[in-house]
């Protein structure tokens, strides 16, 4: 079994910034790419970074230049740092990461961006 677990979601004002953390556990060999989706109410959901086990991210549009993906590789760990948050960023954002054959997914953490 492998487990992915969030953390780091909250209420954060408009401008703010804040840092999600995703660690894999469990009878996973080896990780290819880990990242976060994120799904907003009423909405799909849709992809915000990825990151390769070398280091090659790939963003969403709508948060390049604003969030920042990275990973610690020993660790089995992503992390997303958000920055000048906005209230469209809120949504439920879902790490995951990829065996080679299969996405294992957390349960989501959630993140408002509200005043």
Known sequence: QVQVVESGGGLVQPGGALRLSCAASGSIFSINHMGWYRQAPGKERELVASITSRG??????????????????????????????????????????????LNYWGEGTLVTVSS
Request: charged share 25%; hydrophobic share 30%; aromatic share 16%.
């Open 56 to 101: 090659n991210t790939n963003y969403a549009d709508s948060v390049k230049d604003r969030f920042t993906i990275s990973r610690d590789n020993a660790k089995n760990t992503v992390y997303l740092q958000m920055a000048s948050l906005k209230p469209e960023d809120t949504a439920v954002y879902y790490c995951y990461c990829n065996d080679f054959v």
